[in-house]
């Protein structure tokens, strides 16, 4: 079993800043597949950004150039920065692992973006 716990969400203005962060229990974090979804209110859940164990990152190309995921596998961590925030970012971001065929979720941590 695989806990992961998002942070670092809140209210921003448009053109902001956010950074999340996602913890995640488990000694094998490194070969994990990590990776962001969102769902803005009354849409689907959408893929954002993720990376394999091996670094590779793939990028929603609503967010290219904007967002950068990263992993720490010190810290059991994968970060979200997100740059020049929009109004169409707001939604509640979640948190993924991909590990031996199974996917682990985390709760979701809320990022509003308003001015």
């Known amino acids: 079993q695989v806990q992961l716990v998002e942070s670092g969400g809140g209210l921003v203005q448009p053109g902001g800043s956010l950074r999340l962060s996602c913890a995640a229990s488990g000694s094998i974090f490194r070969l994990y597949t990590m990776a962001w979804y969102r769902q803005p209110p009354g849409k689907q859940r959408e893929l954002v950004a993720s990376i394999t164990s091996g670094g590779s990152t793939n990028y929603a190309d609503s967010v290219k150039g904007r967002f950068t995921i990263s992993r720490d596998n010190a810290k059991n961590t994968v970060y979200l920065q997100m740059n020049s925030l929009k109004f169409e970012d707001t939604a509640v971001y979640y948190c993924?692992?991909?590990?031996?065929?199974?996917?682990?979720w985390g709760k979701g941590t809320l990022v509003t973006v308003s001015s």
């Open positions: 993924k692992a991909a590990v031996v065929g199974i996917d682990y």
